[in-house]
């Protein structure tokens, strides 16, 4: 008998400021876990080698404002005239199957999917410190020393909502941080999430 | 920076049926982990080869019931006649260190740990199947047919407990039943315990 197989998946919600390395965490657990992705839906144009329903959902301005209004997302936003967002039904489709679902997110969508769905387990990654966080930054080489510093202190503003989340995870070291999450995935699943009466039906089945 | 090393230690509480295996569980987490062991204290004799400290702490009478009217357990019972109990004193100890506690104990003892200690983090340890559970007890060979039939429905009242606890792991491989409570482990030590505040203090230290 595995009690937690007759659970539905559960979505695993990643976040954190930029150069934590959500990214990174998020690649090793969809090579190393059944983890699932979710997948964005957006209104720009697909570049090479992207496909629909695996890198993204590319749908026309009219198809997502109709998602909008069907109430179709966990959250959505705009950045550049272009429209982004987290569409409901594949996330809870898979959720229903019992898959578990990772959605790699900025902290702003993180608090929108916290409201639309509070049952997600929000997990933040941390940088080790500042100084690594600004080495980081200046290591990718693509913005100014000034604007560098801004962002620092653009995460430091970020770092308030930490107690909007169910988990810290520092990611000083890759492999780590990754079996930490691993770790948060199995424990949720090891949580008291049935009642005794289910439970002592299970046993006496047998 | 590490956020844990700051919290203090945690104690984790192994319990659930007779035959489900929370005693090899433990053994095998304390070979494996730095978990410590909470040693019981007890008026019975030692047996040979048992150290004071290690296996029980052996004290009289006297010192036992001392012991409760300086409300020094965090749970205590009686065994015909001989007096067995969880001393608090080296767990807040080890917990203030830094050191995560484990408790090996029956449901009864839980449940009053639970009442002295809410903050523990409490696992079930439940056994695959009642069929496994009789299994496992025949094969000790210690009990009559009667017996093991009267502690299999012992068994079924004691899963009425279940919500009283965070987690439950079925014990049918040891190897993953160990892995998962090693995974518990971890996670309630990534679990956001410390304000915005604390946290915002310690990024700008750096």
Redesign the interface.
């Known amino acids: 008998?595995?009690?937690e197989k007759n659970h539905p998946g559960k979505l695993f919600i990643l976040s954190g400021p930029s150069g934590a390395g959500k990214g990174t965490i998020c690649k090793a657990l969809l090579d190393q876990t059944d983890l699932q992705l979710s997948v964005s839906m957006t209104t720009r144009a697909p570049r090479e080698g992207e496909i629909h329903g695996k890198h993204y959902y590319f749908v026309s301005e009219e198809e997502f404002v109709a998602n909008i209004e069907n109430d179709g997302f966990l959250e959505h936003a705009q950045v550049y005239g272009r429209r982004y967002g987290t569409p409901k039904a594949p996330v809870i489709e898979k959720l229903e199957k019992g898959i578990d679902v990772i959605l790699e997110i900025d902290i702003q969508g993180a608090l929108k999917v916290k409201e639309n769905y509070p049952d997600g387990v929000f997990?933040?990654i941390?940088p080790?410190?500042?100084?690594v966080l600004r080495k980081r930054l200046t290591g990718r080489g693509t913005e100014t020393p000034e604007a560098i510093e801004m962002r620092l202190g653009e995460?430091?503003k970020e770092?308030?909502?930490?107690?909007k989340?169910?988990?810290?995870?520092?990611n000083g070291e890759l492999d780590e941080a990754v079996?930490?999450v691993?770790?948060?995935v199995?424990?949720?699943h090891?949580?008291?999430t049935?009642?005794?009466e289910e439970?002592?039906r299970k046993?006496?089945e047998?």
């Open positions: 008998m595995n009690l997990i933040f941390l080790p410190s500042m100084s995460t430091l770092l308030s909502f930490i107690e989340y169910d988990y810290c995870v520092v079996t930490r691993k770790s948060i199995v424990a949720e090891s949580k008291v049935f009642t005794a439970l002592i046993y006496e047998e």
